[in-house]
């Protein structure tokens, strides 16, 4: 481990990715998982036949580690994220990550790399990806037999630089994410393969992301790109039950967040006309926290739904800078969901 400073302009991080000093790998052969590997290489060396490459045999997690005012480093609601990665490998049949590998990795890839840990205040703090692929070689349709699990940290600014302002987003009527039961409730790339061209148009025409409805009667508000949606009206926290959506963490955290602070909270469907009830909208993950929904556009019929691009609605506020002082550890954390990192 280096203790030499990494000398990164920490306030005016892009969100992306920046290289740092080491990366954990763990392999499962035979049976069972190996040791935790030690990499300070980029690259992984794979089998030109890998199911990861043909057949999408790919799960990944994305979590963040804070430097609090006193100097501690806090995750946030890691054993949420190793039993999502389970229920992720579950759901396109590759060996689950045990929870002594994934806090293992995890642990290791923070404590080699601390030079890139970003200092309280600066608004930057430490992306952790942990990455399951299949590695093993398969031509027929077959899940591997070896699988290659990998966790990089990289450190990254707020996600968006304009900082907590309302955003516009768009009602996709051209493609599904996923259908009802599909892959939408666990988190694989392929998911995010079939947003693309969404994301991609829903930019183009200066959106900040598209909503995607559910697949089957197109009726329903799903979630929006790779953020789960909310709506606030009458102190109720309303975000949409469905089976192709995936099970954000920071939305649970919310929901219960919003229930500390004495608001109601329903999840169920969300109908498209009801966005015209709602004073406020947001999606959530960890990426953003929250990014308040200012208007959304419904393309198809003309519609418009607007919250106001001007200033992020007061509930929206509340629940954003109560979730984010937990998560950095300004303040205590009454729903045991801390993590203090042993460095
Ligand atoms: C990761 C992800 C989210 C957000 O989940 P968090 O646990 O809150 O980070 C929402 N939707 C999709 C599709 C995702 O992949």
């Excluded at 004495?262 to 009801?274: A, C, F, P, S």
Aim: charged share 20%; proline share 4%.
């Amino acid at each position: 481990m280096s203790n030499i400073n990494s000398n990164l302009d920490w306030s005016n991080l892009p969100f992306g990715y920046i290289k740092t000093d080491y990366n954990i790998r763990c392999y499962y052969r035979n049976g069972k998982w190996g040791e935790l590997e030690v990499s300070s290489s980029e690259s992984i060396d794979l089998h030109i036949a890998a199911t990861s490459l043909h057949y999408g045999q790919e799960a990944f997690e994305g979590m963040k580690a804070f430097t609090g005012k006193d100097g501690k480093v806090r995750l946030f609601r890691w054993e949420d994220n190793a039993q999502r990665m389970r229920n992720s490998a579950i759901g396109v049949r590759m060996a689950e990550v045990t929870d002594e590998v994934f806090y293992g990795a995890v642990e290791k890839a923070i404590q080699l790399n601390t030079r890139f840990i970003p200092p309280y205040g600066s608004g930057a703090s430490l992306y952790i990806r942990p990455l399951l692929i299949g590695s093993g070689a398969q031509v027929g349709v077959k899940p591997a037999e070896e699988y290659l699990f990998v966790v990089f940290v990289t450190p990254v600014g707020p996600y968006f630089k304009e900082g907590f302002k309302p955003v516009k987003m768009m009602i996709e009527r051209e493609y599904d994410r996923a259908a009802p039961l599909g892959t939408g409730s666990i988190k694989v790339g392929g998911n995010y393969a079939a947003s693309l061209n969404s994301l991609y148009n829903a930019h183009q025409k200066g959106y900040a992301s598209a909503l995607f409805l559910d697949a089957k009667e197109k009726k329903y508000i799903d979630e929006a790109g790779p953020a789960n949606f909310f709506g606030i009206k009458n102190n109720t926290y309303i975000t949409p039950k469905s089976t192709s959506i995936l099970p954000s963490i920071t939305n649970m955290s919310l929901i219960k967040i919003a229930e500390s602070m004495g608001m109601k909270v329903e999840r169920r469907q969300i109908e498209i006309e009801e966005l015209s009830t709602f004073t406020e909208a947001g999606a959530c993950g960890t990426a953003a926290v929250i990014s308040p929904i200012g208007q959304i556009d419904d393309i198809g019929t003309g519609k418009s739904y607007i919250y106001g691009m001007e200033t992020p609605g007061e509930v929206s506020t509340m629940l954003y800078k109560k979730l984010q002082s937990i998560q950095q550890g300004d303040e205590a954390d009454n729903f045991g969901w801390i993590k203090v990192v042993d460095l």
